[in-house]
């Protein structure tokens, strides 16, 4: 991009597009770390320009011309509002790895183990992941034995057993009626409660 | 529930015998009233819950008494109320310390008695039967009860700068949900500051930055969403409208109003969200 033709706050806006593109496809896209740093490096332009022009009218502010007014007011909210936008777009993220989190659910190693996942995070939004981890296990723990809070809230269980069939293999896994070795492409009938967790990180499916 | 395994009988699903409420069998006329009254109140219309399978309601005799109408609330429908309330509430409502609490007990005591009971050579086949329908009447409830964790976690998460500044909101958490907002809280301002504010000029590093004619980077729930509300007390205060006027609720009617007003009759049980 030109640097002599960009206005004011546009990167800004091009971070906000990123966000709103990725909310409706639904995906998670690269952070845009070299975007961010851009439009922090602009604000702090900005900012020593808008020190520059208020420092000469400091002593007595009843002086200053009108122009030198609004182009002060112009600087000062071009500020502000890249400040937004760079704040959108970092909820944005978090929102997402939220989603992505509890969409695995709550298993981090299974999260951040996905190499396309974990490309296009930043070591911050990595970092964010592990304490959020922390925090939702602290939860999930005081409810141990009785209730899985990380567990699925999107359909309500009809029935106890359900038919799976493998979708990618996940080795041997403890169930109610003794170990079960799942191979992909096999069908299993077992307890729901048993395999939750495989069908939400996408190992099973359920058959109807 | 006590289970006492020297006698035969009472350790038993009574399939054919109506429940008393002190019965100790499986069914205490707690869990399956579950299914039946999302039948009974038309105004449970949520299309994925009012569609789970009334099959443990048909096969097992019930005692219908008390499930429809009049009767004392069960601490299922109790829990049936709260969730609703809390996923249509804008707001954090009080948390329901004692009933999450009574709820998490029975799950854990018919776990123990379905474990004793599948253990037990003498169960018949009858029995094992009736102990799958209690697993998935267990399972179902679970869920309410995840789901309603879950959605306060939610907005927690929502409206966490907001709840850390109100002392007022954070009275509605649970110790374990003070705990959460708190952490929740440094986590987004640590990860705010690192990834961005720390690269900005020194004067603009705050989250709560207040401006005339924009608006707060806190974000509030909205008090002025409109809710229906079913009431649920005979003598329901008429509620007092914003332009002076009020009106009158009568028990068994269905409003819509802003939240705001809404709210108090909601903490104080004589409404509750539909």
């Not at chain 2, 110790?175 to 500051?193: K, T």
Request: charged share 25%; hydrophobic share 35%.
């Amino acid at each position: 991009m030109d640097s002599e033709t960009r206005l004011f706050g546009d990167q800004a806006m091009t971070l906000v597009n990123e966000a709103r593109r990725s909310n409706a496809a639904g995906t998670l896209s690269k952070y845009n770390d070299p975007l961010v740093r851009a439009v922090c490096r602009e604000m702090r332009t900005l900012d020593t320009d808008l020190s520059r022009i208020t420092s000469e009218y400091e002593i007595d502010d009843s002086q200053v011309p009108d122009g030198v007014m609004a182009a002060a007011s112009f600087y000062h909210v071009a500020l502000r509002r890249n400040k937004r936008c760079v704040l959108a777009y970092q909820n944005h993220r978090i929102e997402k790895l939220k989603e992505l989190y509890w969409g695995a659910a709550g298993s981090l190693v299974h999260l951040l183990g996905d190499s396309e996942v974990r490309t296009r995070l930043s070591p911050h939004e990595v970092d964010f992941l592990r304490t959020y981890n922390e925090i939702v296990q602290e939860f999930r723990g005081d409810f141990e034995d009785i209730l899985d809070v990380v567990g699925d809230v999107a359909i309500p269980p009809k029935e106890l057993n359900v038919v799976v069939r493998v979708v990618r293999e996940c080795g041997t896994i403890q169930t109610e009626l003794g170990p079960i070795d799942f191979q992909k492409g096999q069908r299993f009938m077992v307890r729901r409660a048993d395999i939750e967790q495989l069908i939400t990180q996408g190992f099973l499916e359920i058959v109807r | 529930m006590a289970l006492d395994l020297s006698d035969e009988e009472s350790s038993r699903v009574r399939l054919n015998r109506r429940p008393r409420p002190t019965d100790s069998t499986l069914y205490g006329s707690e869990l399956p009233s579950f299914d039946t009254n999302i039948r009974s109140n038309p105004s449970y219309g949520r299309p994925s819950v009012a569609d789970v399978s009334f099959a443990s309601a048909n096969m097992v005799d019930l005692d219908d008494e008390g499930l429809y109408g009049e009767g004392e609330e069960t601490t299922v429908r109790a829990l049936m109320r709260r969730w609703i309330d809390e996923r249509l509430a804008p707001d954090l409502l009080p948390w329901q310390g004692e009933l999450v609490g009574e709820i998490l007990e029975r799950l854990q005591s018919q776990n123990e008695i379905v474990v004793t009971l599948q253990g037990n050579a003498n169960t018949t086949e009858e029995e094992h039967f009736a102990v799958m329908l209690v697993q998935t009447e267990v399972e179902r409830i679970k869920f309410v009860l995840r789901s309603y964790l879950r959605c306060r976690l939610q907005k927690i998460e929502q409206y966490t700068p907001y709840i850390l500044a109100t002392p007022d909101v954070q009275r509605n958490l649970s110790e374990l949900e003070q705990n959460y907002v708190q952490r929740y809280g440094d986590l987004i301002g640590r990860h705010f500051q690192q990834t961005t504010l720390d690269q900005l000029p020194a004067h603009m590093h705050s989250l709560a930055e207040e401006h005339p004619n924009t608006p707060s980077m806190i974000t509030e729930p909205n008090k002025s969403k409109a809710v229906f509300f079913f009431v649920r007390d005979a003598d329901c205060p008429p509620m007092a409208l914003p332009g002076g006027k009020s009106i009158e609720l009568k028990k068994g009617s269905i409003h819509l109003a802003q939240y705001r007003l809404v709210e108090d009759f909601l903490r104080n049980d004589s409404v509750e969200l539909v």
